[in-house]
């Protein structure tokens, strides 16, 4: 049968239904009066996990996914977010996250320090845990420099925490700070006969964690959210276990290789045990590598305040190297006015400054080999 072609007009054409439908565009967005504010507990996956109406009869978890315009801004545990939608807390239901709060501090990293993407870590922390171990795996200077000046420039409190000093005498790393005033905490793994905390390891080796350091960071904690930052197998996760109640998985280290073994896998926010409204802990991953690109040469300066004041005498333009010319840097620190650690202060500077590339190169090198 032939088609017919000769009397077709506009009648004849079908139009399929736009699958957007008909509505026309626009830039104007819901105000969201009604939406309730939340705490990011959690990350996992494209859910968030907030606590709503925190310290109140009807406080409750609400698991949420992020709104559409939100797609391309991190949303990280500390962060307070709006959230509409189903925000009863109750089984199987989701809200949804539209609006990320102004953040009072934000505690960045990149890759490395030619990384130009910065990866927000942790948001609205007050305080900072540097954990690191005595020995297995042995401490690096340059990771604990690396952690102050994030601390320093997000305008986030430093505390450096020393775990298994039993294992060897922390005193050697420990003069490397003695020019700057922040808390140092020592905890020793006591054995078993010794008073202390029960603390086990996924390995099976139970030991006793020191209640004297326990108690120690403890007492800077009251009304704070403090994120504990540290390489895997240095005792973050045992020490948020004791001053939480939690029972985050924790590790040990692996016995030819010196590196720890990964245990948690996303951050989490927990409510310290015993404490004041607005007393948090948020444990991360045993990082690897913590870049600075974000930050800027004069602000890494600042942070090492035991050499800053040398460079009062350096020439206009001076980039504080090792090759510049009458650095001041130089002559403070042979001066002595650094103490005893200033040559290696001054070193570290320098590395994270990127201007020397076998320091950096050297530097680079120990991050990696305690993973």
């Known amino acids: 049968m032939a088609r017919r072609t000769d009397s077709w007009d506009e009648s004849d054409v079908r139009v399929r239904p736009n699958k957007k439908g008909s509505r026309p565009r626009t830039k104007d967005r819901p105000s969201h009066d009604d939406a309730v504010t939340g705490r990011i507990i959690t990350v996992d996956r494209g859910r968030y996990t907030a606590v709503v109406d925190e310290d109140s009869e009807d406080e409750r ?3 949420a996914a992020r709104a559409r315009e939100l797609r391309r801004s991190p949303v990280v545990a500390g962060d307070f977010v709006s959230l509409v939608g189903d925000v009863s807390g109750a089984p199987d ?8 709060q102004d953040r009072h501090t934000l505690l960045r990293r990149s890759a490395d320090d030619t990384d130009p993407i910065e990866r927000a870590v942790v948001a609205n922390a007050d305080q900072l845990v540097i954990v690191v171990a005595a020995a297995n ?8 420099d690396r952690a102050l000046v994030a601390a320093y420039d997000a305008g986030i409190e430093p505390i450096l925490l020393v775990t298994k000093a039993d294992v060897k005498d922390p005193a ?5 700070y003695t020019h700057l005033d922040f808390p140092v ?6 054995d078993a ?16 964690l020191d209640i004297a350091a326990v108690a120690a960071l403890r007492a800077h904690l009251d009304g704070k959210v403090t994120v504990m930052l540290g390489h895997s197998g240095v005792g973050k ?9 939690a029972e985050r998985a924790t590790g040990g280290v ?18 310290l045990a015993a404490a004041p409204p607005g007393s948090w802990i948020i444990d991360t991953p045993g990082i690897r590598s913590f870049g600075l690109a974000h930050v800027d040469p004069d602000r890494i300066l600042r942070s090492f305040p035991d050499l800053s004041p040398g460079i009062e005498n350096c020439e206009r333009g001076c980039k504080h190297t090792a090759t510049a010319v009458n650095c001041g840097l130089d002559d403070w620190v042979g001066g002595g006015h650094a103490g005893p650690t200033g040559p290696a202060r001054l070193a570290s500077l320098r590395r994270l400054l990127g201007t020397d590339p076998r320091m950096e190169a050297q530097e680079t090198k120990e991050l990696g080999s305690v993973n």
């Open 93 to 100: 239901t989701l809200a949804r996250l539209v609006k990320i």
């Open 185 to 190: 905490i020592i905890s020793r793994t006591a």
């Open 254 to 271: 692996n016995a030819v290789t010196g590196r720890g073994r990964h245990t948690s896998s996303s951050a989490l926010a927990l409510r």
């Open 61 to 63: 978890v609400v698991v």
């Open 172 to 176: 050697d790393l420990l003069s490397n």
């Open 193 to 208: 006969q010794a008073s202390g905390i029960d603390a086990r390891s996924d390995d099976g080796l139970s030991a006793r």
């Open 137 to 144: 795996p042995e401490p690096r200077t340059g990771f604990i």
């Open 237 to 245: 996760s045992t020490m948020v276990n004791a001053l939480t109640g």
